[in-house]
Each structure stands twice: as structure tokens, then as C-alpha cells.
């Protein structure tokens, strides 16, 4: 209670508020255009977090991460073009009821239901994640190596079409994070004699070219202007909803905000995963299953409720083991430790105020998130309209800003434009980006574990598997992957006779 009260004190503060506003406001925006991403958001205002607190910083970049997962929806619902991937299952029931004249109803069941699902996650997170963190002080460093190789069994999850690509592009990362500087000797690894490269890569410089400056590259050819009549959409109802239902949406959206946080919890899941989950559950919940397809609000209520409870589940394997859930949050751990915080055990017991005051301040992050919305409805609509032309331009000096602002060194530019050039020709390749940055993140935590382990035990590798604990996670990871390469041949062995 004590870490409670201390962390709403040092929370409750104007630069706060000010900072999750601004926030809340660019993650919309990018959330709702189509072609750009709340990552790419992330990425781009990252650098302009390094001159302010933790706190100031972390609500930046909390009000881009659940507001962009709202603003997908918007456009989802006016004009069936979804500005996020889990704003996908939001437009089979959002757009229909939009062609019906209900669009700023439609809207307004968005809203609602990811203000529920953001706070329901909220309050999860700073109830649950002192008690996970409690456990994890008991972790040690062979204990901690295995939670390190469960993250990167993540990987395996989000490796796209294809998991051999998947494992090479994870490999790739990890490569990367082993440049510079030994961390048990000291000794240099693969600078090439170049002194700037002493210290590794800086995240920051890397999230920049493989997710920003890549992104710009890969949509160069598709620069087109968004078109939608939103405005007399917007105008042609009031969005009001009855006693009825609200009675017909509470039950879907208690029920989604549980999926929600169950799989945002998980490493290697996400919103989109949740919320197609939420949005099959409800309809075989419903007494109106007819509706589903064609205008539904339930469908509408548990889609949104569901990425939104994501949100501050996926920060508790973040904040408590230092596992990023996804590509999101795993640029917020590159934020963490760019403002002295080092995520695992320790984190809550070394900076146990900073903490409660992150978790107390997403709760006003979404409570904000319904206001903005709530007065901002018509502008939101707007953005979707803003020509490419105008934003790509905008974004690259941005980017080159940003890179730049790291060091105030224009070799970080060079290695930004290597990384992006790099990524492009990923993708071009069809290899996601996400492993490359999770094998990144977590490559030098892994490895340090790793060679302590087998410093202490004199080389013996029995020392992975002689606590409880270490069994039990040897047993996850073994799981984990073996339901992952299972789901992966089943769904290759439906592509093959797809296309037979």
C-alpha cells in the first residue's frame, strides 16, 4: 500500500498528463491510417523520449500503444480499410452497420468496449504483476537463462508463413546483438575495427531502419490518398445506445477482456490473435448469431474489448521476467533500459515506486483514451483522409531526426539506412522483422545467463535442470514449441491442398 500511494504521488503530476495525451493522440493517428502502424509509431517518437523521466516516457509511449490499437478500428469501421491487423475482426460487424447509417454508433461501441478491455488489463497488471514479480526474485541466473530461451521461443510463434525463415531471421538478431564488446571478457567481436562500433548497435538506431525506414521503402510504390465520405457517415446518426444494448454487450465484453488478458499474457500472442478469439466466442455465445457479419454489436464490443485488454497483460512478462509479449512492447523494454531500468525480478524491488506509478498511469491512459475519443470522434474520422504524399516525407525526416538524436552522430544515419536497406530486402524475401528484433533484445540477456550458468557449474550443463523450477520451465519451453512447429505443419498441410 505504501508503493501504492508513493506511485500515484510521483505519478500524479501535470507533464504526466500532458505527455499520455500527446500520446493518445499520435496513436490514433497512426492507428487510423491505413499503411502506417502503432510499431512505426513507437519507433519514431522513441528518441524524443530520452530527455524525459520514466514516467513522462512510459505514458507517451503507453497513450500510443493502446490508442493505436482503438484507432485501427476507426477506419476499419468507416471505410472497411482496418488501420491495425486486429481491427480486422472489428470491421465484419463495424462497416455493415456504417452502410445501415449507424456509423457513429459503431464508433462509439469501439470506444467503449477498448476503454473496458484497457482498464480490465490495467487493473490486472498492477494486482498480478507484483505477485509474478515476487516469484521471479527467486530466479537464478540458470532459472533466468530458461525464461530468456522461452522469450526467444516467441520466435517460433510469430515467424510468418514460413518457420525455417522465422528461426533464420531470429538468428540474424541474435547475431547482431553479440557486435561490440564481450560482456564477460571485454574483448571486441566483429566491429571490424571500427571504433563507433565498440558499444553494439543502439536499439533505438536499429528499431528505426528495420520497422520505420523500411516500412516507408516497402509502401514507396503504393503512395496513394485514402478516400472516405466519413464526414456525412458520421452525421447521419447520433451513436446513442440503449439500457438494451448495453445488457447485450456486457456479457461478450466481460468474457473477451478475460481472452484478452489471458493471451496477452502468453509471449508470442497478440490483439489479433485475441481478438478473432473474442469475436468467434461471442457469436457461439449470442442468441442473435444472424447478426454476426452483418452489424453486430456484440461482435463489435468483444473484437475491441479484446485488443484492448491486451494492452497491460503483455507488460507483465515485460516488467516482471523481461519477455516481451510483442514487437510493441518489446521496443518499450529498448525504453526501459534507455531510462536505467533493467526488466526482470529486481526491477519491482529497485524501483518498486516508478513501477506502481507506470501501472496506476495506465488506468488515467485509458480513461483519457474514452475522453479524447469521446470529444475527437469527428476529427478521427478526418485523419483517415490525409494523403500518403503528405506523410511519407513527414516520416523519413523524422526518422533520420530520431536517429540522428541518439548520439548527435550522423554514422547512426548510415547504420539506420543499412538496417532499413537490410530489412527491405527481408521482406522482399518474406522473412518477418519481428524475430530479428526479438533475437536483438533479448540475445545479450540470454547469453550473459547463459555463460554465468556454466561458470558457476564449472561447464556442466546439468545445472539447467536441477531446480524445480528449472524443470518446469525446460517442460514449458519443450511444450511450447511442440505445439507451435504442430500448429505451423498444420497449416502448411492446408495450404497444400488448398492449392491442390
Known amino acids: 500500500m505504501d508503493l501504492f500511494l508513493q506511485g500515484f504521488q510521483q505519478f500524479f503530476h ?30 519514431l517518437f522513441l528518441p524524443f523520449t530520452y530527455t524525459l523521466g520514466p514516467i513522462d516516457s512510459f505514458m507517451f509511449l503507453l497513450g500510443m500503444y493502446c490508442s493505436g490499437s482503438y484507432g485501427g478500428s476507426i477506419s476499419a469501421i468507416l471505410i472497411k480499410t482496418p488501420g491495425t491487423p486486429h481491427a480486422v475482426a472489428t470491421m465484419l460487424d463495424g462497416y455493415p452497420l456504417t452502410l445501415k447509417g449507424q456509423g457513429k454508433k459503431a464508433l462509439n461501441i469501439a470506444l ?29 541466473t540458470p532459472e533466468y537463462f530458461l525464461v530468456c530461451a522461452f522469450g526467444l521461443t516467441i520466435i517460433a510463434g510469430v515467424s510468418g508463413k514460413s518457420l525455417i525463415k522465422g528461426i533464420m531471421a531470429g538468428a540474424l538478431g541474435l547475431f547482431i546483438s553479440t557486435m561490440g564488446l564481450d560482456p564477460m571478457t571485454g574483448t571486441t567481436r566483429f566491429i571490424f575495427n571500427n571504433i563507433n562500433l565498440y558499444s553494439g548497435f543502439d536499439i533505438v538506431i536499429c528499431l528505426i531502419g528495420l520497422f520505420a525506414l523500411s516500412e516507408i521503402l516497402n509502401k514507396g510504390k503504393k503512395i496513394e490518398s485514402v478516400v472516405g465520405d466519413s464526414k456525412s457517415i458520421l452525421k447521419q446518426d447520433s451513436g446513442k445506445l440503449s439500457k438494451e444494448e448495453y445488457k447485450r454487450m456486457s456479457l461478450p465484453a466481460l468474457v473477451s477482456a478475460v481472452i484478452g488478458v489471458i493471451v496477452g499474457i502468453i509471449p508470442g500472442t497478440g490483439a489479433a490473435e485475441a481478438a478473432f478469439f473474442s469475436y468467434d466466442r461471442a457469436k457461439k455465445m449470442s442468441k442473435h448469431k444472424e447478426e454476426f457479419g452483418h452489424g453486430s454489436i456484440e461482435g463489435i464490443a468483444a473484437a475491441e474489448t ?36 533493467t526488466p526482470g525480478p529486481k526491477l519491482f524491488v529497485d524501483h518498486g515506486v516508478t513501477m506502481y506509478a507506470i501501472m496506476i498511469g495506465l488506468i488515467f491512459v485509458n480513461i483519457f483514451m474514452f475522453l479524447q475519443g469521446k470529444f475527437l470522434t469527428g476529427l478521427f474520422a478526418k485523419i483517415i483522409k490525409v494523403p500518403s504524399v503528405i506523410l511519407t516525407p513527414l516520416i523519413v525526416i523524422f526518422c533520420f531526426a530520431g536517429a540522428f538524436s541518439v548520439k548527435n552522430s550522423m554514422f547512426d544515419i548510415g547504420i539506420t ?41 564449472d561447464g556442466s550443463w546439468s545445472v539447467f535442470a536441477q531446480s524445480p523450477v528449472s524443470i518446469a520451465f525446460l517442460i514449458i519451453i519443450a511444450l511450447t514449441l511442440f505445439v507451435i512447429i504442430r500448429s505451423k505443419i498444420i497449416e502448411a498441410r492446408a495450404g497444400e491442398q488448398h492449392h491442390v
Open 417 to 457: 539506412l543499412v538496417f532499413a536497406a537490410l530489412a527491405y530486402i527481408l521482406t522482399k524475401l518474406d522473412f518477418s522483422m519481428i524475430p530479428v528484433l526479438l533475437g536483438l533484445v533479448l540475445g545479450r540477456m540470454t547469453e550473459e545467463n547463459f555463460r554465468r550458468s556454466l561458470i558457476i557449474s
Open 112 to 140: 467503449q468496449a477498448s476503454t473496458f478491455g484497457g482498464i480490465f488489463s490495467a487493473l490486472v497488471l498492477l494486482f498480478f504483476a507484483p505477485q509474478v514479480a515476487k516469484f521471479a526474485q527467486k530466479l537464478g
Open 306 to 341: 479484446a485488443n484492448n485488454a491486451v494492452t497491460g497483460a503483455t507488460l507483465i512478462p515485460l516488467l516482471t521476467l523481461g519477455i516481451p509479449g510483442d514487437g510493441s512492447v518489446a521496443i518499450m523494454l529498448g525504453a526501459l533500459m534507455i531510462n536505467g531500468l
Open 14 to 43: 501535470l507533464s504526466s498528463f500532458i505527455y499520455m495525451n500527446i500520446g493518445l493522440l499520435l496513436g490514433v493517428i497512426f492507428g487510423a491510417i491505413p499503411g502506417l502502424t502503432v510499431i512505426l509509431c513507437i519507433v
